[in-house]
């Protein structure tokens, strides 16, 4: 590895791995900012988004800092000192040396060590993913083989459905447990032959689906992307939490394009349930069981996953990873990009009470204050007490005045270079807030100021540090609060950060409630995350529905459009707003019910719904009435529960029973008399 090393310059070095080290609060901040957004996001595909942006942000941090400090350290190079001359030697004994101190020595030195290990982690982790590939190329060659029949026929139907053009392989095999797919150009599906074995027809058509979602998506590509961030970044722990996050977000996404297919979430639920107890499958491939089971579910199901407070909290944490990351930035460009200080004569700063946070520091102070004569007072000075330098005097008192006492070096730096004054820390006090240090450099950099408060305070807030800063972040001013109140939408400043990251404006709630949509802040968001609009409300409405805010979120989380609904009714249903809801999940269409009375039967929206949830079809109907029967809606739907079937059918008239009915056959069939082991 010392060899490798021995390519890059000295300068070279320096800037990779001081580039390594400001990875680890870009990583970190970015990855805040990330949790932030994806936390008040309610689609999946939408977070997605998010992640894979911010993934790519963080692959090109690292290279913009590397960029930047070659730069600065090719400009910086150019520079040759001048040496004072007597004169200026002895100006400088009479006013403050402005002198330019030498980065900390213990880290620089460092940095080629810090590089070799991460060139020896990246080498590691390189190694591993591919032998990975290879190997999992190797097991798909030898030990799969292609599917054929009705399997095939299913695999290309929904291929169709899908609008996918290009050529895929379906293969079964037997070192699997669910089904994946793997390849990138030549894209290959994996059906093991347990889930082919051990899951229904419709159930295997939703995993299928699920995995040509991976292929229409492009998944696959964006995988290998992860890999290669994770590879190159691997020593931070929040590209293994936002990869993750991404991972279990693709899987969302491809789950609602399956349902969105299949129209089946509870037999794609049931699959998943089953799958999960089979669950194996090689981590650089995409697995329908992938991603945690109860959160998959939950989403499938329509349930409503737990309450707002958790996600309070990981705002909450999320803003203060954010506000410790720009603080640990601002101390390493200090270090990194060293700025010259003011050394007053003698030890002016160790009496003002600063004391350097390493041994380096002090050591360079005290060479100060050798290297600097004490110039001899004059009979008119002599008669005078003594001054202390007058910069760092007033700014360091006034600091201590205004309640910022105990301040390290790192933290004195930036409130600096951030400009936060003790006026401004006075200010804050006399609004009744009492930031520390870290809180006022935060507030300042997202340029909150005493006005900004009085005026969220005017209109009846009362939020703490944290929020306010989240509040600014979001360009959440007091006409946006004041319209929001004018339209009757009352919150606290976590509700009003939700409204603003979803574009919940004064005027989309105005026009709700011209429809007569009414809601709190929460159902607010929720109506503007699932894209439901005015004109969506007074379709509904025109087709006969009365609904709510609950009631409007339902209907379009399930995908309910009026033309759905005007089909209904044109086949003479009136189904209420649950009875819509429920053949909407259950994949009832308007073909279905008129294949249904077209034999006959005039089943109501319960009964139809209650018909496909048993798997009830035409072709099951037409083979009862081709046995001669002539069944209705209760009868059908008892018969396709028992297991009635020609066969059986065929079976109970051959031992001589005459006069049969579809109860009789239930009765026959529910206490096993026709059964090979049975006594007769």
């Known amino acids: ?26 990583g970190t901040a970015l990855a805040a900012l990330a949790a932030v957004t994806m936390a008040l996001c309610r689609r999946a595909s939408a977070r997605y988004v998010i992640g894979v942006g911010t993934l790519l942000l963080m692959l090109a941090a690292p290279a913009a800092t590397f960029f930047l400090l070659t730069q600065t350290s090719s400009i910086a190079s150019g520079k040759s000192p001048r040496l004072p001359d007597a004169r200026t030697a002895r100006t400088m004994t009479a006013a403050p040396v402005s002198a330019k101190p030498a980065s900390s020595n213990s880290l620089p030195d460092a940095l080629p060590w810090l590089v070799e290990a991460w060139l020896v982690g990246v080498a590691f982790f390189s190694l591993r993913t591919a032998g990975g590939f290879l190997l999992l190329e190797r097991q798909q ?25 290009r050529a895929i392989r379906f293969c079964e095999c037997q070192w699997l447990q669910a089904p994946a797919v793997i390849g990138w150009f030549r894209p290959v599906v994996l059906l093991p032959i347990t889930a082919l074995t051990g899951l229904n027809e419709d159930q295997l058509r939703t995993v299928i689906a699920h995995e040509l979602a991976h292929i229409k998506r492009f998944d696959a590509f964006v995988n290998v992307f992860q890999i290669c961030v994770e590879t190159l970044l691997f020593y931070h722990p929040a590209v293994w939490w936002l990869n993750k996050r991404i991972r279990a977000e693709r899987e969302h996404c491809c789950d609602d394009m399956a349902v969105s297919l299949c129209g089946n979430p509870v037999e794609y639920a049931r699959a998943l349930t089953l799958m999960e107890e089979w669950r194996t499958a090689p981590a650089l491939a995409m697995a329908a069981n992938r991603g945690p089971l109860s959160e998959r579910i939950v989403r499938l199901l329509g349930l409503k996953s737990a309450g707002t407070t958790p996600r309070r909290v990981g705002l909450t944490g999320s803003v203060l990873c954010l506000a410790a990351a720009l603080i640990a930035g601002n101390a390493l460009v200090g270090i990194a990009f060293p700025k010259p200080i003011a050394y007053a004569s003698g030890n002016s700063l160790l009496q003002l009470g600063f004391r350097p946070t390493s041994a380096s520091a002090q050591a360079r102070a005290a060479a100060q204050t050798a290297a600097t004569p004490a110039a001899k007072p004059s009979p008119a000075q002599a008669s005078r007490p003594a001054e202390q330098p007058a910069t760092a005097q007033s700014y360091i008192d006034a600091l201590k005045s205004a309640g910022l006492t105990g301040l390290t070096a790192d933290q004195l730096i930036a409130l600096k270079i951030q400009d936060v004054t003790p006026d401004y820390v006075r200010s804050m006090h006399e609004l009744g807030m009492h930031p520390d240090a870290d809180a006022c450099i935060a507030m300042r950099v997202q340029g909150v100021t005493p006005e900004y408060i009085r ?23 007091a006409d946006y609060v004041r319209g929001l109140k004018e339209v009757g939408i009352q919150g606290d400043a976590d509700q009003i950060i939700a409204l603003k990251v979803q574009g919940v404006t004064p005027e989309y709630v105005r026009g709700m409630k011209e429809v007569g949509i009414q809601g709190d802040s929460d159902q607010m968001v929720a109506l503007k995350v699932q894209e439901v609009t005015p004109v969506y409300v007074r379709e509904l409405r025109s087709a006969g529905l009365t609904v709510d805010s609950d009631d409007v979120i339902s209907l379009k989380v399930q995908g309910v459009t009026p033309a759905y609904v005007h089909s209904l009714q044109e086949l003479g249903l009136k189904p209420s707003i649950d009875d819509v809801v429920g053949m909407r999940v259950q994949g009832v269409t308007p073909e279905y019910v008129r294949a249904i009375r077209a034999l006959g039967l005039n089943p109501s929206a319960d009964e139809i719904i209650g018909m496909q949830v048993q798997g009830v079809t035409p072709e099951f109907i037409k083979s009862l009435q081709s046995a001669g029967f002539k069944p209705s809606v209760d009868e059908v739907i008892g018969a396709r529960v028992q297991g009635i079937t020609p066969e059986f059918i065929d079976i109970a008239r051959k031992h001589g029973f005459q006069n049969l009915t579809i109860e009789k056959l239930i009765e026959l069939k529910h206490m096993g008399v026709l059964d090979a082991k049975g006594d007769i």
Do not use: Y
């Open 455 to 477: 005026e969220l305070r005017s209109l009846g807030f009362t939020p703490d540090e944290e929020q306010i800063i989240a509040l600014k972040v979001q360009d959440v001013n």
């Open 141 to 165: 060659r030898k030990q799969s083989i292609a599917v054929n029949g009705r399997l095939l026929e299913i695999c290309v139907t929904l291929q169709r459905r899908l609008g996918l053009d």
């Open 1 to 26: 590895m010392t060899n490798i090393t021995n390519w890059l310059s000295p300068a070279a070095m320096h800037s990779l791995g001081w580039a390594l080290v400001h990875f680890l609060w870009q």
